[in-house]
């Protein structure tokens, strides 16, 4: 997990071989399966991560709360 901070985004976590993308928010840590390299690579590099966390992986992937 890397630490970020924008928005609500504190960490970040991708893993390209069970294409798993891990997030910590304030509200608990949630993981979002299917996520391919080439999203987890445009949300790291975005100049906003949490508007394109919300746009493009937080309503198009399932989320499993972990925390």
């Known amino acids: 997990?890397?630490?970020v901070?924008?928005?609500n985004?504190?960490?970040?976590?991708?893993d390209e071989k069970a294409r798993v993308l891990q997030v910590e928010l304030p509200s608990g840590t949630f993981?979002?399966?299917?996520?391919?390299?080439e999203i987890a690579r445009r949300l790291l590099s975005s100049s906003s991560m949490w508007s394109y966390f919300?746009?493009?992986i937080e309503?198009?992937?399932t989320a499993r709360r972990l925390r």
């Open 5 to 7: 901070n924008s928005g």
């Open 54 to 56: 919300r746009d493009n």
């Open 9 to 14: 985004l504190r960490a970040v976590g991708y």
């Open 31 to 37: 993981q979002y399966s299917g996520v391919s390299p």
């Open 59 to 61: 309503e198009e992937f």
């Open 1 to 3: 997990m890397k630490r």
